[in-house]
């Protein structure tokens, strides 16, 4: 017991290097992490005052506790089964497979990351790059919401800037988890917007075993109260139109749905833009006859690295407006009672409706609408007589008047679509530039079913 043994130097660091993790990992790793998380529990619960929808704990829970729960619940066992025995895999590889789902779909929710960075982040975009307005806002609807009910945002899909407006806008409110599409699962942003609380979903994906830990992760979500955002539309539209609905992940949260339970309240969410940042690429996705995006990095740094140069230069001028409407909500326990059929579907198109119902009107768009249907050159003054007819038709559409003024909002939309060549002026008349016309069409049809 007391005789010395020697050891080479390599082995001795090793070991000590060894006894030094596991002494971290048993004693230091777990004090640590306890004091961290009631620090973080604290600032939640000074968060939680003033927010008008306070942080469920659902969203508090531990990531690892979170994968767990969702890979042994009932519903993905029995469909792990089923996938094992149609591939004709040991069950043991099914279910890492579904794990790996699991890692993928259950974000890792930060207050820090979403309150103290991401939210500062939406509002310096938000007021850098537009002019940003509230078109219209049910405030009664929308204070008269349950306490305890799950609030889902449902919107319209025109730019991935609409992320960014309705984080800012909804900041006051509650911190809002979004089912994201593949863009966004590269590295490091892929690590930031899991902080952020939004979750991954493979839009096209066919794999059943996949489908149902989605499904499963979304109900459970649901019914523990977690303020969400989504796209019916199911991605950005092509042509600037709303589009057909999917009813994918609303399925998800009808299926299994219980009136006696908590209820969950849809807010239709509308965004339009003067202009939207990546118009060109969604038009070229158009042209192609397909939804393949030609957004490389270099483009889109670039882009930025212009901005910055005009601003440095005092030659910068933002995008005109965006503005944001939050129409009347829908409570599914409403909706479903003494309903028959297939009710995620009508559901789908309901909230379409609505949504198209608040879709706020804009000087380009407009001045795009009014364009785009003339058969000749306009004068200012036609198209000024054509804003104010127009503005007439929409009186129950949410208009933007900039200034409250009919003469300044014409110019600012004509202004907008002669610096992009969307429109030409000749001998004083304006018309529409033939070699941009699908690009004139994209605005003029965010509102085109406005009209009567």
């Known amino acids: 017991m007391t005789s010395t043994v020697e050891l080479p130097i390599w082995l001795f660091i090793l070991i000590v290097l060894f006894a030094a993790v596991t002494a971290a990992s048993h004693l230091l790793f777990p004090s640590v992490r306890w004091f961290f998380r009631r620090r973080m529990e604290k600032a939640v619960a000074r968060l939680n005052e003033r927010l008008e929808r306070p942080i469920e704990p659902f969203k508090l829970a531990r990531r690892h506790d979170m994968i767990q729960r969702l890979i042994y619940h009932p519903d993905v066992t029995e ?50 790059l537009y002019r940003v307005r509230l078109a219209y806002f049910d405030e009664a609807g929308i204070a008269n919401i349950p306490k305890d009910s799950t609030v889902v945002f449902v919107m319209n899909h025109r730019s991935n800037m609409d992320y960014v407006l309705v984080t800012y806008l909804a900041a006051e409110r509650s911190a809002l988890a979004y089912a994201v599409g593949e863009w966004a699962r590269v590295w490091p942003l892929s690590r930031l917007i899991k902080a952020m609380g939004a979750y991954f979903i493979r839009r096209k994906s066919r794999n059943a075993l996949y489908r149902q830990v989605l499904a499963r992760y979304v109900k459970l979500a649901t019914d523990g109260g977690v303020t969400q955002a989504m796209f019916p539309e199911g991605g950005l539209s092509l042509d600037g139109a709303p589009q057909e609905p999917k009813h994918g992940l609303l399925k998800y949260i009808v299926d299994g749905f219980d009136s006696d339970d908590r209820d969950v309240v849809f807010v239709p969410v509308a965004l339009n833009y003067d202009r939207v940042l990546e118009d060109r690429i ?77 879709v706020p009107v804009l000087p380009v768009p407009l001045v795009a609408s009014i364009i785009a249907g003339a058969d000749h050159p306009m004068s200012r003054a036609a198209i000024e007589a054509d804003f104010v007819a127009r503005i007439e038709q929409l009186h129950e559409a949410h208009v933007h008047l900039p200034r409250n003024d009919v003469a300044y909002a014409t110019e600012v939309g004509l202004r907008m679509l002669s610096e992009r060549r969307m429109i030409l002026k000749e001998n004083g008349c304006y018309r529409a530039n033939p070699d941009q016309d699908t690009a004139l069409a994209f605005y003029a049809n965010s509102i085109k079913h406005l009209f009567p």
């Open 79 to 128: 469909a792990i089964v089923d996938h094992a025995r149609k591939n004709k895999i040991p069950e043991n590889v099914a279910f890492e497979e579904a794990k790996g789902y699991a890692r993928e779909i259950v974000p890792s929710f930060s207050a820090s990351a979403y309150f103290g960075f991401a939210i500062r982040v939406a509002r310096f975009l938000s007021q850098a």
């Open 282 to 358: 969604l038009l070229g996705a158009l042209e192609q006859g397909n939804r393949r995006f030609n957004a490389k990095i270099s483009v889109v740094g670039g882009f930025f690295i212009k901005q910055m140069w005009l601003r440095l230069r005092g030659k910068y001028h933002k995008f005109g407006y965006a503005a944001v409407s939050f129409g009347h909500p829908l409570s599914l326990g409403s909706f479903v009672k003494d309903r028959e059929g297939e009710v995620s579907e009508a559901l789908a198109y309901e909230l379409m409706e609505r949504i198209e119902n608040v």
